[in-house]
Structures are given as C-alpha cells and as structure tokens.
C-alpha cells in the first residue's frame, strides 16, 4: 500500500476503534510482538488475506502511540514469516504521522492449494489458525483435513467399507444401475459385471465402497450409523423453546436406508409437517394449493445436502440435519462449501465436486441432472412463489440452506384480499378459543398466531373478543361479526 493508504487507515482506526475481520493492531511500542503466527496463518488462510498495523495501543483506547524502531521491527516481521509453512511474504509499508512511525504488513491470502498456512514450530494441526471476526481461532483437525483432501482430490465416496460384501448389496437395484450404465455405452457393454464394479466405484480392490453402500445398501446405516438424516419440529424459532405441554419438538425421525430412500423419507416429513394453503388469484380467479415452502426447492436443497455432504471418517458421526421452525427451516449437511467455491458463486459458476463418483450415480439413476442445476431452482421457485430469497451459510466445516415462510401479517393480507383470511373471519363466525385457531392455521405457537394473525383482525374490528375487558383471560373467545 502506499503511505497515503496507511494513513487513511489509520484515520479509519480512531473512527471505529476496533479490530476486524482483515485489519489487526499491536502496539509494537517496546518491541516487536513475539507471536504473530497466529494472525499471519488467520490472513493466509482466507481468500481476502489481512493487514497488520503496528504502533496502535488497544489497551489505552486505541491511541497512536507509534513503534519502537520501524527498520528494527519490519526485520522482526520478516524473521517470524519465515517461521510458516508456507512462508508469508509480507509487503511492508512504513508512514510517519506526528513524530511517530507506523508500519502496515499486508499479509497476502494463500492460494487454495498451498493451505492452510502454519507456525512450524507447533506442526500443521496445532499451528494452524482461520479469521473468526477479530479473532485468530485454531482450526479443528476437520478444517486442515478439508484442505488436504481438496489439494489431493481425495475421494472419500469410494473409499472401503471395512465389514461390508456384495451381500449386503440389493442385487436387484445394482443390477438395474448396471442396464442403465451400459445403455448407450458400447465401450461398457462388453466388460463383465465384475469389471463394471471396479471400473465405476461400486467396488475398490474387491471391496464394496461407500458410493455403493449409499446407493444400494439393504440398511446402509449398520456401517455407519450416523450418515442419516435427523429431523425435527421445533415448537418455536429456536432450538430449546417448548410447547404448550412441555415438549420439545412437535415432531422427531430418524431417517434412514439408501440416499433414494433418505430422499423420499425426507420429503415425506417435510409435507406433512407443513400447511397448505389455498390462493384464489384475483385477476383470473384461479385457485392453487400451496404449501409453506416449494417443495421443488426443498427436494433440492434436501438432495444437495445428502450428495455433496461430506463423507470422510472426520463426519463419518454426522447425520445431515431438518430443523422446521415457526418462521422457517434450515437443513444442515457437514462438510462446508468445497473447493475454490465461494458462497457468492452459488449457482453462478460451476462448483468442484467433491463426491463425483456418488453424483455421476445418481445422475444414471434419474435422480439428479447433476448440471449444477440445483441452487438455480431453489431461487427460482422461492421467486416463483413471491416469498424471501432462501439464506445460504458456510461456517466452519458446516453448510447450510434457510428457508423463510411468508412473512405477511394478516392487516396486509386482507388489504390485499388474501383468501386466508377471509377463510379464517369465516372460521371464527362460530366462536373460537385460541387453540382452535391456532389448529385451524396449522401452526405450533398459538403466541404466534395471535400476534401475526388475530390481534391485526381485532384491531380492525373484523374479530372481537368474547370478554373485551379482560383481553387475556384464558376463557376468550374470538368471533367474527
């Protein structure tokens, strides 16, 4: 940088007082910090890198106190990057500013393949760190694995399961992949099944894979008990909260079996723990049956989830996970964003595969296009259906996809002649306790569906209250005119 970008930096200091997630501050009054291998592996190991600014004092409300000796200093600097593996090559920049010297070290992002970058003296997994906000955290043993196994394309979805034979395989499902693999293929055709094996990750060394066990395993899960799906109905919007009798979840399963049987389990609690609504469009008078969230999204996000996941003996003990929420769902799959793929990239360009044995299968299958179609059709059915562009997060060896329901209050729904509505001011002709309507709209919290529903129609005046004087007596009962 030059010295006129240092110094705008360090105007930008006294303005916000805080570290962030590219900027760190020494003080550097009495000497060169011994340990910097922390930030200088946090800023390698993050596309956008960091900068290092030396003679600011934290601990004395952020004042510029200035460095001891900048030539002495910058070689300290150098000294202690030459300490990581790989080595950081800094660019340096000293400015002076009131009398007082100040150094910036930029600390430049490491290419993909040549991280994580670590302090040599405590070894890859110890010296390792990643950019937690203002904070150097120690990566987990998962977070260098993930970057080994991209560096050296490992492919976990093929390797051995140790206990597991052609028996433990359905004959009739593999023996119907191996028809639809031949179609077409007349370099395949000739080979013997057993070659065909071998050849396509169904066996390695004469050993069932993992690909295999997912895809046409009688009960995957007595190899690994984990790789499954968990999912849940939350009485809430947070994990913990609890419904009217104590209980915290609404609904629970484990689902398991092959990744076509997993698929199918899932999408089958997903329906049936979600409303369906009926619109009557005003400009043609047609009537359509929604659900709560697109169920082509969520066939997606829930197949993305079960296909790009991660499978190493790192995640081995991780299922893939379902969490519905009054206000929303979330699904979960370990294993964070892989490869060179970023979370601004999604469905705009096309992703390394980290499974691509277990993709290409499933593609045979008819299962998935595998053309990286998937985060396309999310958004666009999200659009399709009017509602809150889905969430997409990568944290730390965990990806995961948030689906919001419509978050319109009944006041504005019947502005606009929402048939919801007039459905529910029909329901309360007969008067209804708080339960009642709470059933009626299908949710978990009768708190929510007062707040967001009934309360807006009292205020209106288009549902009154059986004991006015007394709103929250728990004998109310709320009737239409």
Partial sequence: ???????????QIQKIKCETQVLELKSAGKGCPKRLYDTLSGFSNQDEGGIIVFGIDEERNYMETGVYD????????KEQCLQMEPVVRPLLTVAEK???????????????AERPCYYKGHGRLKGSY?????????????EVYSYEAFRKKYQDDVRGIPRASMASLHREKLADYIRKLKDGKPNLAHLTDAEI????????????TLSAGLLFGLY??????????????????????????????????????????MLSGALQFVRRNMRTKTIIHSDSGRREDRTD????????????????RDYSMHTEGMPVQILMFEDRMEIHNPGGLYGRLRLNQLGRLQPDTRNPVLAAALEVLGITENRYSGIPTIRREFARYGMEAPEFTDERG?????????????????QDGGAEVYNLIAFCRTPRTRKEICDYLGLSSVSYAMQVYIMPLVERGMIRLSIPDKPKSPKQLYYSC
């Fill in 1 to 11: 940088m030059t010295t006129e970008e240092l110094y705008e930096i360090l105007n």
């Fill in 70 to 77: 900048a030539q002495d200093l910058q070689k300290k600097i």
């Fill in 98 to 112: 009131d009398g007082k010297n100040f150094v910036a070290a930029e600390i430049p992002g490491m290419d993909l």
């Fill in 130 to 142: 990643t950019r937690i906000g203002d904070s150097d955290e120690p990566m987990t043993e998962y």
């Fill in 197 to 208: 094996y071998e050849l396509m990750g169904i066996t390695r060394d004469g050993g069932v």
């Fill in 220 to 261: 995957p899960q007595s190899y690994f008990p984990q790789l499954c799906v968990t999912a849940v109905v939350v009485p809430g919007k947070e994990v913990g909260e609890t419904g009217e009798m104590g209980e915290r979840f609404l609904d629970n399963e484990r689902i398991e079996g092959s990744i076509p049987e």
């Fill in 293 to 308: 969230y697109p169920m082509a999204a969520v066939r997606e996000a829930v197949l993305n989830a079960l296909v790009h």
């Fill in 398 to 414: 965990r990806f995961c996809v948030k689906f919001y329901k419509e978050r319109r209050k009944a006041a504005d729904m019947v």
